[in-house]
């Protein structure tokens, strides 16, 4: 319904289908084709090589979680291969259903896949966190980059977490990569009204990205105790943490983050699989302080209305600007 209403009004609605099933990826799409003739997005993530680690980080990571001493630890368990989702296999229903765009998230696709949706008539953009990532995505012949700030709320896009992260602003990527890159930048990170998109087109983007501005929206399936978090928890600052998943993320700072600051975690997504059944068991209790959060730097500008309502708003203050 998300998806469908920002079709609807003006822009572009984006699935994230990290780890969704081909079963579930074809539904979904085809669900939102019949809700909207406007253009659908369908985001993955790019998952690299992942072993299990020996058995005494994976203890250890059991530990960090019991101490949180908490009822929803206590059905975890060691996850098994295999640890990720085969993105060929994912891939299948896009080619029989064909959004618009397809995108993807921590590097290139496999080779061959963009010249397969180019074929299609798929347009493909891949996310940045860097120049040196942007000019590798320019080359590898995608339509457009996703230039991710550091002030996003989710995973980092970063290629490469072995190199050094620039956490640089969403602002500051854009201007270093219109001055080097020719195909088209889309930013993403911080951004929450039309200001915000004003300024980003103003340092040579050509669109903006927004997750965390349509988590309050009427048609998001935010569960009510995340709302709440948003809407009322505003002091809040927000954290980037591999507790999750294991790889860097950014939400709302609750009691999970800080307790798990230093413990150990399992490799990307081997410690998401793991938190898992804790994350549905916090939902379930309503308690938002074991949840994942996920929210950019700017989301206590976060807005509760109808997509169609948001949309109009973001048009008007664009024209503001203007």
């Not at 180019?118 to 995608?142: C, K, Y």
């Not at 896009?157 to 500051?172: C, I, P, W, Y």
């Not at 950014?250 to 997504?269: C, K, S, Y």
């Amino acid at each position: 319904q998300l998806v469908a209403a920002v079709a609807n009004h003006g822009g572009i609605g984006s699935f994230g289908f990290a780890y969704s099933t081909p079963e579930k990826i074809y539904t979904d799409l085809i669900t939102a084709q019949s809700l909207t003739g406007g253009p659908i997005n369908a985001n993955f993530f790019v998952f690299g090589p992942v072993c299990m680690p020996n058995d005494q980080i994976q203890e250890d990571a059991m530990q960090g979680l019991r101490s949180l001493g908490v009822d929803g630890v206590q059905s975890l368990t060691i996850p098994v291969e295999p640890f990720h989702p085969n993105l060929m296999e994912q891939l299948e229903p896009v080619w029989r259903a064909r959004p618009a765009i397809l995108s993807f998230h921590f590097g290139l696709p496999p080779e061959g896949v963009v010249e397969k949706a180019h074929r299609l008539g798929i347009a493909v953009g891949i996310s940045a966190t860097s120049l040196a990532e942007g000019l590798t995505i320019e080359s590898a012949n995608a339509d457009f980059i996703v230039a991710q700030g550091i002030e996003a709320g989710g995973h980092r896009g970063q290629f490469d977490v072995q190199t050094k992260d620039e956490a640089l602003s969403t602002l500051e990527l854009i201007t270093q990569l219109a001055k080097h890159c020719r195909i088209p930048i889309v930013a993403a990170g911080g951004i929450m009204n039309g200001t915000h998109i004003q300024n980003a087109l103003a340092k040579g983007a050509q669109a903006a990205q927004m997750g965390t501005a349509f988590l309050c929206c009427d048609e998001s399936g935010t569960p009510p105790s995340y709302r709440h978090y948003l809407m009322q928890k505003k002091d809040r600052p927000t954290t980037l943490t591999k507790a999750f998943s294991g790889r860097l993320a950014r939400g709302i700072e609750n009691t999970f983050t800080h307790t798990m600051q230093d413990q150990v975690t399992l490799p990307f997504p081997i410690q998401n699989t793991l938190t898992g059944p804790l994350r549905q068991w916090a939902v379930a209790q309503h308690d938002a302080e074991y949840q994942s959060l996920w929210a950019g730097t700017a989301y206590a500008q976060v807005r509760s209305m109808s997509t169609k309502d948001l949309m109009q708003q973001l048009r008007d203050e664009i024209a503001v600007q203007q």
